[in-house]
């Protein structure tokens, strides 16, 4: 099948808002930038503008744009003479905030971003629809985490590794929660806020990864290890979910999908008023 001409569009632009956005988890994003393409001319009162919505695995190329591109989203449906008939309308097609196409050098809205204690940004995770996760190219990992939530002087902080986790501790405790993306960078985001706040309370929620203990030869469980070093280092304390001998959990966004958010809370606020560790999963 032969694909379409190519279209006269606009390049990918970006739209900067201030926030915040309130998420359905209950995080709040303190301002979005989203990005779009164009295609066909706006008339001059306005009112011939589609604006194309899509999942978040697609982008702004809603059809090619260059001859040799590979075909857009919705390629037999945007162009002159087919059901958005770019001769009639100005379509407008936006990415998605969680767009998973971040390391398309044309896509410009991504997350969730890796950011170090000062804010300052080092890097972008995507998340695949198969559930793998690709940092951008050159991105420093080592310190850096996603916050969920803003952190005020001497207030409790959650450190997690993934990012869903960190969504469902937000959720549980509305306290701020540092996703650090993998257990190795435990102990450095702790060592980070710990600098930046020598009296703040410092709680490592890490994987209970039980099962690697149970393999033959056993593995350790790095969840487990990496947290209780962390908060070692920093005088933190550790806080890990539980899980039955044979489940496939390994976080508190399993713990909670299990045993709902309320579970979640008390523990979290017992590890909270709480100066030593709390858990130790069973090895």
């Known amino acids: 099948m032969d ?14 808002f201030a926030g915040p956005f309130m998420l359905d988890c209950g995080v709040a994003l303190g301002s979005l ?3 779009y393409r164009t295609y066909g001319a706006l008339n001059a009162d306005c009112s011939n503008a589609v604006l194309v919505c899509h999942y978040y695995t697609g982008t702004s190329r809603a059809a090619r744009v260059r001859p040799g591109d590979p075909p857009g989203w919705w390629e037999s449906l945007i162009g002159p003479g087919r059901a958005i008939d770019t001769e009639r309308y100005y379509v407008v097609c936006m990415n998605t905030p969680s767009n998973v196409q971040a390391l398309d050098p044309e896509v410009v809205t991504a997350g969730p971003d890796t950011l170090d204690p000062d804010g300052q940004l080092w ?14 190219k050159g991105a420093r990992r080592a ?10 002087p001497g207030q409790p902080v959650i450190i997690v590794e993934g990012f869903a986790t960190a969504a469902t501790m937000r959720e549980a405790t509305g306290l701020p929660v540092a996703a650090a993306f993998d257990a190795g960078n435990l102990a450095d985001v702790a060592r980070a806020l710990r600098v930046g706040d020598p009296a703040r309370l410092i709680v490592l929620s890490g994987d209970n990864d039980h099962g690697l203990p149970r393999r033959d030869p056993p593995l350790p469980n790095v969840g487990d290890v990496k947290a209780h070093a962390a908060a070692a280092e920093v005088g933190g304390v550790v806080l890990l979910p ?14 909670s999908a299990q045993h709902g958010t309320a579970a979640v809370r008390t523990l979290a606020a017992a590890a909270a008023s709480s100066a030593t560790t709390t858990s130790t999963p069973a090895t």
């Open 242 to 255: 539980s899980f039955p001998p044979g489940s496939s959990g390994t976080d508190w966004n399993d713990f």
């Open 3 to 16: 694909h379409p001409e190519p279209l006269t569009a606009t390049p990918e632009q970006a739209a900067a």
């Open 33 to 35: 930038t989203v990005a």
């Open 143 to 152: 310190g850096t985490f996603a916050l969920l939530g803003e952190m005020q």
């Open 123 to 136: 890097g972008v995770q995507t998340i695949k629809a198969d559930g793998g996760k690709l940092y951008a």
